[in-house]
Nanobody, 126 residues
Framework: VSLVESGGGLVQAGESLRLSCTAS????????VGWFRQAPGKEREFLST????????IYADSVKGRFSTSIDDAENTVYLQMNNLKPEDTAVYYC????????????????????WGQGTQVTVSS
């Protein structure tokens, strides 16, 4: 499976964006799908992970209450809804997938994901 991200852009503080991560040629059935971001000069930061087969969603404390992740019924697109964006949310955002049958949660560590999208830039102006 390969991943294609879309939905990034330039917004003002307080506005919203929805990022999409689409699996090409197959679905996310039994895959954990995580969202990460990386700002210049900083390490890649975990944001969320969803594992539909386990009915599991985990968020980083830094985005809990502002960001939400979901998966469509066809299980081939995962979304990251970002509300009340702040300038410090400016980064390149990545989705990642890991085949996780029989798992109860998706991983929160980037090193445990083996499939990555190309990244999409999100810029939030003040």
């Amino acid at each position: 499976v390969s991943l294609v991200e879309s939905g990034g852009g330039l917004v003002q503080a307080g506005e919203s964006l929805r990022l999409s991560c689409t699996a090409s040629r197959r679905t996310f059935k039994d895959y954990a799908v995580g969202w990460f971001r990386q700002a210049p000069g900083k390490e890649r930061e975990f944001l969320s992970t969803i594992l539909k087969s386990a009915n599991s969603i985990i968020y980083a404390d830094s985005v809990k209450g502002r960001f939400s992740t979901s998966i469509d019924d066809a299980e081939n697109t995962v979304y990251l809804q970002m509300n009340n964006l702040k300038p410090e949310d400016t980064a390149v955002y990545y989705c990642a997938a890991r085949y996780s049958p029989f798992h109860t949660n998706g991983p929160t560590r980037a090193q445990l994901y083996f499939i990555w999208g190309q990244g999409t830039q999100v810029t939030v102006s003040s």
